[in-house]
């Protein structure tokens, strides 16, 4: 030790540092691409969601209306997503994991309630990944996790809440019931639910209220692991997804109870209950 | 749930709670070698906390103890590397990360005290050194701040939470220096944390843990230089230094 000057012992370590700040600053600059595009894939996704919205049919054809107006914004998520495609390859291919998770989960939201929308079915998880790679860059998929797909399905119930509501208010019923659904599916899955037919035709009509609450038992039963942000994640949408099935049931409540009594239109949640039945609109 | 009468196909949900069985499976495996990585860790610690209570002439006795430690450690390491080389790296680096982190601050402050020197035994022992990630790397027998491979590594970021860790414990030892009657050491360590804290002033650190840590560096500087004042003030530094 005696034997370092003064004069160079200040730099002794800058050399080394200074190789370190320009990996830290690759990083940083990965890492803020990353939450940038990481927002406007939310931003864009909420906007489908909000055109999504103006659906009043289920498993029908997304109208032209819609997809109309979505088009930009699935550009838009195209463009972030191929943005940050290098970024989020090989090594780092889960390192941002945290920073994307945002976008990803907002866009599986909005990705599984269209898919919802026109089939009336739950998107699984690798035809989620597969819609996610298309929108990367060629060859270089953007990851979406196991827990991207899960926390995006419980922000999805919420969708389906407004949707159901909606429906009930200005139509007076559930979407879906009608069997043509429960037709279609055993044409499409002929092969595999040959042994099921028999049962299937006794089957209820499935509706909105239904799928949520197959859903909601699906949710329930999944086993995730404790002590994770995972686990805390689930836990927090758990609570909010039960009270959005609540909310459908609640209303349909309303709806049967009172149903006969009020004019088509009238919101049994929306309008203040200190009011009497006032017809919204006459139809 | 045998086939889908509903929205729910249930092969969905059954795929779903495999990849989450496996992942559970894969930390499960991780955290059992950390569980032994960590107990060896303790013994280590122990060992080097005595060097706030030993004088420098039998200093070598805790380093050599040390480095006997850290072998097994080391060791562990070795097979955590393994096991952990079979996944994505950044997947499953917070399950590890913490205690890499402590194990490359108990390598550090062994290298500082003169341990891991390359010279032969025989030759007294160097200290104040910095092990750089490189060196760090070769003690612990892994790669350092792998970019474009995804295997097990130190990575950069572990490396400079270590050395803030080694910053603060040297703050520390340079009191304790001055009760056991070193008055060298004090402007040994005043010096290398004044270099190591130019070193992380000239990076640009955003708002994360690495920043959030290396804030405290500043503090530890005053600390260490009011300890060399009082000495200096009342005449207590050698004059051969």
Known sequence: MTDISKSSSASLFLPMFEGFRAELDEHHDRRERVIKASRDITAASKKIIFSLQRIKKLNEPIPNFVTKANAQHWDNIAKQYKTISPDLQDLNTHRYERNITGGNQELMESLSFQHYLSTQTLISYDDACAKVSELSEKGKPVQLSIEDYVLGIFDMVGELMRFAITAMATGGELPGGSSTSTENRKVADEDTMEVDSEEKRSLPPRNALSDMRELRTYLEYLEVPRGTYFGKDVDKKMEVMRTCVEKVENALYGLVVRGSERPKGWIPEFTGSSRGPEPVEAV | ?241
């Not at chain 2, 495996?29 to 060896?40: P, V, W």
């Not at chain 2, 380093?63 to 499953?92: C, F, M, N, W």
């Not at chain 2, 050491?185 to 290396?214: C, E, M, T, W, Y």
């Open chain 2, 1 to 241: 749930m045998a086939s889908q009468t509903g929205m729910i196909d249930p092969a969905i949900f059954e795929q779903l709670q495999d990849i989450i069985d496996q992942d559970t499976e894969i930390r499960d495996e991780l955290r059992e070698i950390l569980k032994t990585l960590e107990k060896q860790g303790r013994s280590t610690q122990a060992i080097l906390s005595k060097a706030h209570s030993t004088s420098s002439d039998s200093l070598c006795n805790v380093v050599e103890g040390a480095e006997g430690a850290l072998r097994y450690q080391i060791d562990t390491v070795s097979e955590l590397a393994e096991a952990a080389s079979r996944h994505p790296y950044y997947k499953y680096n917070h399950v590890w990360s913490h205690q890499i982190q402590d194990l490359t601050y108990m390598i550090l402050l062994s290298g500082f005290l003169g341990g891991f020197t390359s010279t032969n035994s025989s030759e007294a022992r160097q200290t104040g050194r910095l092990l750089t990630i490189e060196e760090v790397g070769n003690i612990l027998g892994v790669p350092v701040n792998i970019k474009n491979k995804d295997t097990f590594h130190l990575s950069l970021e572990e490396y400079l939470l270590a050395l803030i860790t080694l910053i603060e414990e040297l703050a520390r030892l340079a009191r304790n220096s001055v009760t056991l009657g070193d008055y060298t050491r004090p402007l040994q360590i005043s010096k290398f944390i004044k270099d190591v804290h130019a070193g992380f002033q000239i990076l640009n650190l955003k708002n994360d843990a690495l920043r959030r840590r290396s804030d405290g560096i500043k503090y530890r500087v005053k600390e260490v230089e009011d300890v060399v004042y009082d000495l200096s003030l009342r005449n207590l530094i050698p004059k051969d230094t």
